[in-house]
Protein backbone atom coordinates (compact mmCIF):
# COMPACT_ATOMS: atom_id res chain seq x y z
CA UNK A 1 0.00 0.00 0.00
CA UNK A 2 1.31 3.53 -0.90
CA UNK A 3 0.50 7.22 -0.13
CA UNK A 4 -1.07 8.31 -3.53
CA UNK A 5 -2.54 11.50 -2.27
CA UNK A 6 -2.68 14.67 0.80
CA UNK A 7 -5.40 16.70 0.71
CA UNK A 8 -5.08 19.76 3.76
CA UNK A 9 -8.55 21.56 4.40
CA UNK A 10 -9.07 24.84 7.33
CA UNK A 11 -11.48 25.05 8.89
CA UNK A 12 -12.57 28.40 11.28
CA UNK A 13 -14.64 27.16 14.49
CA UNK A 14 -15.88 29.17 16.94
CA UNK A 15 -16.41 27.89 20.68
CA UNK A 16 -19.24 29.18 23.37
CA UNK A 17 -16.88 31.90 24.19
CA UNK A 18 -17.11 33.44 20.47
CA UNK A 19 -12.92 32.83 20.40
CA UNK A 20 -12.16 30.75 16.70
CA UNK A 21 -9.77 28.05 16.68
CA UNK A 22 -8.58 27.03 12.96
CA UNK A 23 -8.06 23.39 12.63
CA UNK A 24 -6.12 21.69 9.15
CA UNK A 25 -8.06 18.25 8.37
CA UNK A 26 -5.92 15.50 6.95
CA UNK A 27 -6.45 13.33 4.47
CA UNK A 28 -4.30 10.16 2.94
CA UNK A 29 -5.38 8.90 -0.11
CA UNK A 30 -3.81 5.24 -0.92
CA UNK A 31 -3.41 3.35 -4.33
CA UNK A 32 -5.49 0.78 -2.75
CA UNK A 33 -8.64 3.04 -2.13
CA UNK A 34 -8.31 3.34 1.78
CA UNK A 35 -8.20 7.32 3.12
CA UNK A 36 -6.85 8.06 6.63
CA UNK A 37 -7.95 11.19 8.16
CA UNK A 38 -6.80 13.51 11.03
CA UNK A 39 -6.03 16.58 12.12
CA UNK A 40 -3.75 19.45 12.77
CA UNK A 41 -6.12 21.06 16.06
CA UNK A 42 -5.91 24.38 16.61
CA UNK A 43 -3.43 27.25 15.00
CA UNK A 44 -5.01 29.65 16.76
CA UNK A 45 -1.96 30.07 19.79
CA UNK A 46 1.12 32.53 19.31
CA UNK A 47 3.34 32.59 17.74
CA UNK A 48 1.80 34.99 15.75
CA UNK A 49 2.09 34.34 12.15
CA UNK A 50 0.53 31.55 10.06
CA UNK A 51 1.78 28.37 8.33
CA UNK A 52 1.30 28.43 4.77
CA UNK A 53 -1.38 25.61 3.38
CA UNK A 54 -0.98 25.63 -0.01
CA UNK A 55 3.04 25.66 0.53
CA UNK A 56 2.85 22.87 3.69
CA UNK A 57 1.03 20.13 1.39
CA UNK A 58 3.47 20.55 -0.64
CA UNK A 59 6.82 20.15 1.81
CA UNK A 60 3.93 17.02 2.88
CA UNK A 61 3.93 15.42 -0.74
CA UNK A 62 7.72 15.65 -0.81
CA UNK A 63 7.81 13.55 2.17
CA UNK A 64 4.63 11.39 2.10
CA UNK A 65 3.95 10.14 -1.77
CA UNK A 66 4.91 6.93 -2.67
CA UNK A 67 5.57 5.94 1.50
CA UNK A 68 4.19 2.92 2.70
CA UNK A 69 1.61 4.03 5.64
CA UNK A 70 3.19 1.20 7.73
CA UNK A 71 6.48 2.76 7.38
CA UNK A 72 5.42 4.98 10.38
CA UNK A 73 8.45 5.15 12.43
CA UNK A 74 10.45 5.92 9.74
CA UNK A 75 8.24 8.61 8.25
CA UNK A 76 8.50 10.67 11.79
CA UNK A 77 11.72 10.07 11.50
CA UNK A 78 11.57 12.75 8.18
CA UNK A 79 8.67 14.42 9.45
CA UNK A 80 10.90 15.41 12.73
CA UNK A 81 13.81 16.24 9.64
CA UNK A 82 11.38 18.29 8.32
CA UNK A 83 9.74 20.25 11.38
CA UNK A 84 11.90 20.47 13.44
CA UNK A 85 11.43 20.31 17.61
CA UNK A 86 11.67 24.20 18.90
CA UNK A 87 11.32 24.01 22.45
CA UNK A 88 7.95 26.66 22.74
CA UNK A 89 4.80 25.27 23.91
CA UNK A 90 3.23 26.18 20.79
CA UNK A 91 5.66 25.01 18.39
CA UNK A 92 3.17 24.60 15.01
CA UNK A 93 5.52 22.14 13.64
CA UNK A 94 4.26 19.77 16.45
CA UNK A 95 0.73 20.09 15.30
CA UNK A 96 1.65 19.18 12.09
CA UNK A 97 3.41 15.99 12.48
CA UNK A 98 0.15 15.60 14.88
CA UNK A 99 -1.59 15.63 11.90
CA UNK A 100 -0.07 13.64 9.92
CA UNK A 101 0.59 10.91 12.09
CA UNK A 102 -3.00 10.34 13.39
CA UNK A 103 -3.76 10.01 9.62
CA UNK A 104 -1.35 7.05 9.40
CA UNK A 105 -2.51 5.47 13.01
CA UNK A 106 -5.79 6.08 11.20
CA UNK A 107 -5.05 4.42 7.77
CA UNK A 108 -2.84 1.56 9.25
CA UNK A 109 -5.72 0.67 11.98
CA UNK A 110 -8.45 0.86 8.84
CA UNK A 111 -6.65 -1.22 6.03
CA UNK A 112 -6.39 -4.03 9.20
CA UNK A 113 -9.84 -3.46 9.68
CA UNK A 114 -8.90 -2.67 14.13
CA UNK A 115 -9.79 0.34 15.83
CA UNK A 116 -6.68 2.24 16.36
CA UNK A 117 -6.12 1.82 20.56
CA UNK A 118 -5.76 -2.01 19.25
CA UNK A 119 -3.11 -0.85 16.88
CA UNK A 120 -1.05 0.67 19.62
CA UNK A 121 -1.25 -1.78 22.26
CA UNK A 122 -4.61 -2.50 22.93
CA UNK A 123 -7.19 -1.19 25.68
CA UNK A 124 -6.42 -0.57 29.25
CA UNK A 125 -9.52 1.61 29.88
CA UNK A 126 -12.98 2.48 27.64
CA UNK A 127 -13.07 6.08 28.97
CA UNK A 128 -10.99 8.25 30.45
CA UNK A 129 -11.75 11.15 33.16
CA UNK A 130 -11.29 14.61 32.02
CA UNK A 131 -11.65 18.28 33.67
CA UNK A 132 -13.41 21.01 31.99
CA UNK A 133 -11.74 24.16 31.52
CA UNK A 134 -12.25 27.22 33.03
CA UNK A 135 -10.57 30.22 31.38
CA UNK A 136 -8.75 32.80 33.11
CA UNK A 137 -10.78 35.87 34.93
CA UNK A 138 -9.31 39.22 34.23
CA UNK A 139 -12.15 41.36 35.35
CA UNK A 140 -14.68 40.54 38.58
CA UNK A 141 -17.94 40.20 36.62
CA UNK A 142 -16.31 37.04 34.73
CA UNK A 143 -16.51 35.33 38.22
CA UNK A 144 -20.63 35.16 38.01
CA UNK A 145 -20.23 33.90 34.46
CA UNK A 146 -17.83 31.17 35.12
CA UNK A 147 -19.93 29.76 38.12
CA UNK A 148 -22.22 29.68 35.63
CA UNK A 149 -20.55 27.58 33.58
CA UNK A 150 -19.92 25.19 36.64
CA UNK A 151 -23.79 25.01 37.42
CA UNK A 152 -24.29 24.20 34.23
CA UNK A 153 -21.85 21.93 32.87
CA UNK A 154 -22.53 19.80 36.29
CA UNK A 155 -25.31 19.15 35.21
CA UNK A 156 -24.25 17.55 32.29
CA UNK A 157 -21.79 15.30 34.53
CA UNK A 158 -18.68 17.23 34.26
CA UNK A 159 -18.14 17.49 38.37
CA UNK A 160 -14.00 18.31 37.86
CA UNK A 161 -12.54 21.43 36.37
CA UNK A 162 -9.60 22.67 36.18
CA UNK A 163 -8.81 26.52 36.35
CA UNK A 164 -6.31 29.08 34.57
CA UNK A 165 -5.24 31.78 37.08
CA UNK A 166 -2.64 34.10 37.83
CA UNK A 167 -4.02 37.58 36.41
CA UNK A 168 -6.55 38.24 38.75
CA UNK A 169 -5.82 36.58 41.50
CA UNK A 170 -8.69 38.21 43.65
CA UNK A 171 -11.23 36.65 40.80
CA UNK A 172 -9.63 33.00 41.05
CA UNK A 173 -10.23 33.44 44.81
CA UNK A 174 -13.62 34.64 44.18
CA UNK A 175 -14.59 32.29 41.85
CA UNK A 176 -12.92 29.50 44.29
CA UNK A 177 -14.69 30.81 47.11
CA UNK A 178 -18.18 30.59 45.13
CA UNK A 179 -17.71 27.00 44.01
CA UNK A 180 -16.82 25.56 47.42
CA UNK A 181 -19.75 27.47 48.80
CA UNK A 182 -22.55 26.93 46.14
CA UNK A 183 -21.16 23.03 45.02
CA UNK A 184 -19.12 21.92 47.85
CA UNK A 185 -17.48 18.56 46.97
CA UNK A 186 -19.78 17.89 44.76
CA UNK A 187 -16.85 19.32 42.58
CA UNK A 188 -13.43 18.98 42.23
CA UNK A 189 -11.00 21.10 41.07
CA UNK A 190 -8.17 19.47 39.39
CA UNK A 191 -5.38 22.10 38.86
CA UNK A 192 -4.74 26.01 38.89
CA UNK A 193 -3.10 26.09 35.63
CA UNK A 194 -0.15 29.18 35.34
CA UNK A 195 0.01 28.81 31.82
CA UNK A 196 4.21 29.69 32.22
CA UNK A 197 2.87 33.82 32.68
CA UNK A 198 4.46 34.01 36.18
CA UNK A 199 8.11 33.26 37.38
CA UNK A 200 7.95 30.85 39.90
CA UNK A 201 8.11 32.94 43.12
CA UNK A 202 5.27 34.86 41.99
CA UNK A 203 3.54 31.52 41.24
CA UNK A 204 4.38 30.49 44.66
CA UNK A 205 3.20 33.25 46.28
CA UNK A 206 -0.55 32.56 44.52
CA UNK A 207 -0.68 29.30 45.15
CA UNK A 208 -0.28 29.96 48.72
CA UNK A 209 -2.82 32.28 48.59
CA UNK A 210 -4.93 30.07 46.89
CA UNK A 211 -4.61 27.09 48.78
CA UNK A 212 -6.95 27.90 51.56
CA UNK A 213 -9.29 26.19 48.51
CA UNK A 214 -9.00 22.41 47.66
CA UNK A 215 -6.85 21.32 44.38
CA UNK A 216 -4.98 18.45 43.25
CA UNK A 217 -2.19 19.99 41.32
CA UNK A 218 -0.89 22.68 40.13
CA UNK A 219 0.42 23.15 35.95
CA UNK A 220 3.32 25.71 34.37
CA UNK A 221 3.70 27.53 37.66
CA UNK A 222 7.05 28.99 35.85
CA UNK A 223 7.91 30.44 32.51
CA UNK A 224 8.79 27.91 29.71
CA UNK A 225 12.07 25.97 29.82
CA UNK A 226 12.98 27.30 33.42
CA UNK A 227 13.75 23.56 34.64
CA UNK A 228 15.19 24.69 38.01
CA UNK A 229 12.70 27.41 38.85
CA UNK A 230 10.13 24.44 38.38
CA UNK A 231 11.94 22.35 40.75
CA UNK A 232 12.56 25.38 43.52
CA UNK A 233 8.80 26.16 43.15
CA UNK A 234 8.08 22.06 43.59
CA UNK A 235 10.15 21.41 46.68
CA UNK A 236 8.49 24.55 48.04
CA UNK A 237 4.96 23.92 47.51
CA UNK A 238 2.55 21.19 48.83
CA UNK A 239 0.68 20.15 45.99
CA UNK A 240 1.94 18.19 42.86
CA UNK A 241 3.39 20.51 40.10
CA UNK A 242 2.53 19.18 36.52
CA UNK A 243 4.11 20.21 32.88
CA UNK A 244 3.01 19.95 29.20
CA UNK A 245 5.95 17.93 26.93
CA UNK A 246 6.53 20.07 24.44
CA UNK A 247 9.82 18.55 23.25
CA UNK A 248 11.99 15.56 24.31
CA UNK A 249 14.83 17.89 25.31
CA UNK A 250 12.87 19.61 27.55
CA UNK A 251 10.76 16.44 29.10
CA UNK A 252 14.87 15.37 29.71
CA UNK A 253 15.40 18.32 31.14
CA UNK A 254 12.34 18.08 33.58
CA UNK A 255 13.73 14.92 34.42
CA UNK A 256 17.07 15.66 34.87
CA UNK A 257 16.21 18.77 37.35
CA UNK A 258 13.50 16.47 39.11
CA UNK A 259 11.21 19.66 38.09
CA UNK A 260 7.24 17.91 38.19
CA UNK A 261 5.58 14.84 39.26
CA UNK A 262 3.31 14.42 36.45
CA UNK A 263 3.76 14.86 32.42
CA UNK A 264 1.19 16.60 30.93
CA UNK A 265 1.09 14.74 27.54
CA UNK A 266 -0.81 15.58 24.49
CA UNK A 267 -0.01 14.02 21.13
CA UNK A 268 -0.94 17.81 19.32
CA UNK A 269 2.02 19.30 21.59
CA UNK A 270 4.61 16.44 21.36
CA UNK A 271 3.90 15.82 17.07
CA UNK A 272 1.44 12.82 17.09
CA UNK A 273 0.41 9.82 18.93
CA UNK A 274 3.99 7.89 18.21
CA UNK A 275 5.98 10.89 20.08
CA UNK A 276 3.26 11.07 22.86
CA UNK A 277 3.77 7.10 23.63
CA UNK A 278 7.41 7.39 23.73
CA UNK A 279 6.63 10.46 26.14
CA UNK A 280 4.48 8.19 28.03
CA UNK A 281 7.26 5.76 28.52
CA UNK A 282 9.75 8.28 29.78
CA UNK A 283 7.43 9.10 32.60
CA UNK A 284 6.83 5.76 33.24
CA UNK A 285 10.20 4.80 33.40
CA UNK A 286 11.24 8.14 35.29
CA UNK A 287 8.77 6.92 38.25
CA UNK A 288 6.58 10.31 36.84
CA UNK A 289 2.84 10.46 36.72
CA UNK A 290 1.03 11.44 33.61
CA UNK A 291 -1.97 12.92 32.37
CA UNK A 292 -3.63 13.92 28.93
CA UNK A 293 -3.56 17.55 27.99
CA UNK A 294 -5.31 18.94 25.15
CA UNK A 295 -5.12 22.02 22.65
CA UNK A 296 -9.12 21.32 22.69
CA UNK A 297 -9.23 19.62 19.91
CA UNK A 298 -12.61 18.83 17.44
CA UNK A 299 -13.41 15.21 17.46
CA UNK A 300 -10.98 13.61 15.20
CA UNK A 301 -8.11 15.23 17.60
CA UNK A 302 -9.78 14.24 20.51
CA UNK A 303 -10.60 10.27 19.09
CA UNK A 304 -7.06 10.31 18.48
CA UNK A 305 -6.65 11.00 22.71
CA UNK A 306 -8.87 8.72 23.52
CA UNK A 307 -7.46 5.73 21.03
CA UNK A 308 -4.12 7.01 23.26
CA UNK A 309 -5.10 7.26 26.56
CA UNK A 310 -7.20 3.75 26.31
CA UNK A 311 -3.76 1.68 25.36
CA UNK A 312 -1.82 3.69 28.31
CA UNK A 313 -0.52 1.57 31.32
CA UNK A 314 0.51 5.22 33.59
CA UNK A 315 -2.50 7.58 32.73
CA UNK A 316 -3.02 8.16 36.53
CA UNK A 317 -4.43 11.54 36.32
CA UNK A 318 -7.95 13.27 35.44
CA UNK A 319 -7.25 14.33 31.41
CA UNK A 320 -7.88 17.95 29.80
CA UNK A 321 -9.72 16.80 26.24
CA UNK A 322 -13.01 18.57 26.14
CA UNK A 323 -12.74 20.63 22.86
CA UNK A 324 -15.95 18.85 21.41
CA UNK A 325 -17.91 20.43 23.96
CA UNK A 326 -16.39 23.55 23.97
CA UNK A 327 -17.00 24.59 19.82
CA UNK A 328 -19.99 24.91 18.50
CA UNK A 329 -19.38 22.92 15.59
CA UNK A 330 -18.00 19.75 14.74
CA UNK A 331 -16.79 18.44 11.49
CA UNK A 332 -17.51 14.73 11.92
CA UNK A 333 -20.65 12.82 11.73
CA UNK A 334 -20.33 10.60 14.90
CA UNK A 335 -18.88 13.16 17.34
CA UNK A 336 -16.99 11.62 20.34
CA UNK A 337 -19.33 10.97 23.17
CA UNK A 338 -18.81 12.19 26.67
CA UNK A 339 -20.60 10.57 30.04
CA UNK A 340 -20.63 11.42 33.15
CA UNK A 341 -17.49 13.89 33.27
CA UNK A 342 -15.76 10.83 31.16
CA UNK A 343 -14.42 10.60 27.65
CA UNK A 344 -15.72 7.40 26.23
CA UNK A 345 -13.40 5.77 23.66
CA UNK A 346 -14.58 4.60 20.38
CA UNK A 347 -15.35 1.30 20.22
CA UNK A 348 -13.34 -1.66 18.67
CA UNK A 349 -16.11 -2.16 15.87
CA UNK A 350 -14.82 0.99 14.58
CA UNK A 351 -12.20 0.71 12.41
CA UNK A 352 -8.83 3.73 12.53
CA UNK A 353 -10.21 6.48 14.80
CA UNK A 354 -13.65 5.47 14.15
CA UNK A 355 -14.55 9.09 12.49
CA UNK A 356 -15.89 9.58 9.05
CA UNK A 357 -15.75 13.26 7.83
CA UNK A 358 -18.87 15.56 7.35
CA UNK A 359 -18.80 17.34 4.45
CA UNK A 360 -21.63 19.47 4.99
CA UNK A 361 -20.15 20.57 8.03
CA UNK A 362 -16.91 21.47 6.64
CA UNK A 363 -18.02 23.52 3.73
CA UNK A 364 -20.00 25.04 6.38
CA UNK A 365 -16.86 26.22 8.31
CA UNK A 366 -13.96 26.05 5.85
CA UNK A 367 -11.87 28.83 5.51
CA UNK A 368 -9.14 30.20 2.75
CA UNK A 369 -6.14 29.84 5.08
CA UNK A 370 -4.86 29.99 8.73
CA UNK A 371 -4.35 33.53 8.74
CA UNK A 372 -5.12 35.61 11.67
CA UNK A 373 -7.34 38.52 11.56
CA UNK A 374 -7.87 40.93 14.53
CA UNK A 375 -6.64 39.55 17.52
CA UNK A 376 -4.58 40.52 20.49
CA UNK A 377 -2.28 38.61 23.00
CA UNK A 378 -4.53 38.88 25.95
CA UNK A 379 -6.87 37.03 23.93
CA UNK A 380 -4.81 34.23 22.24
CA UNK A 381 -3.48 33.69 25.93
CA UNK A 382 -6.79 33.61 27.94
CA UNK A 383 -9.20 32.10 24.86
CA UNK A 384 -11.82 35.23 24.71
CA UNK A 385 -13.11 37.68 22.61
CA UNK A 386 -12.77 39.89 25.32
CA UNK A 387 -11.61 43.29 24.32
CA UNK A 388 -11.28 44.65 27.22
O1 LIG B 1 -3.58 23.20 29.72
C1 LIG B 1 -3.40 24.06 28.86
O2 LIG B 1 -2.40 24.72 28.89
C2 LIG B 1 -4.40 24.29 27.79
O3 LIG B 1 -5.45 23.68 27.80
C3 LIG B 1 -4.07 25.30 26.78
C4 LIG B 1 -5.24 26.02 26.19
O4 LIG B 1 -4.83 27.29 25.74
C5 LIG B 1 -5.85 25.27 25.04
O5 LIG B 1 -4.85 25.01 24.12
C6 LIG B 1 -6.96 26.06 24.40
O6 LIG B 1 -6.88 26.33 23.20
O7 LIG B 1 -7.93 26.42 25.10
MG1 LIG C 1 -1.80 23.78 30.82
MG1 LIG D 1 -5.55 25.29 22.00
Known amino acids: MKISEIRLTVVGIPRSTGFVSKHV ?3 LDTDEGLTGIGEMSDFSHLPHYAVDVFDLKHSLEDIL ?3 NPFDISLINKELT ?3 PEANFYYEKGNFIR ?3 DAALHDLCAKALNISVADLIGGRIQEKIKVCFPIFRHRFME ?4 NLAVVRTRLAQGFDTYRLYVGKNLDADEAFLDGVKSEFGSKVTIKSLDFSHLLDWKSALQATKRLSKYEFQMVESPAVQNDFDGL ?3 RIKADHPVSEHVWSFRQQYEMIRHDSVDIFNISPIFIGGITSARKAAA ?3 VAGKGCLMGTTQELSIGTAAMAHLGSSLVNLNYTSDPTGPELYIADIVKNPVKYENGYLLVPGRDRPGLGMELDWNLIEQYRVKDLSWGQVSVHQLQDRTTQTK
Not at 142 to 145: A, I, K, R
Open 25 to 27: IVE
Open 98 to 100: NGV
Open 81 to 83: ANF
Open 231 to 233: HHF
Open 65 to 67: LGK
Open 142 to 145: EVEE
Open 282 to 284: AAE
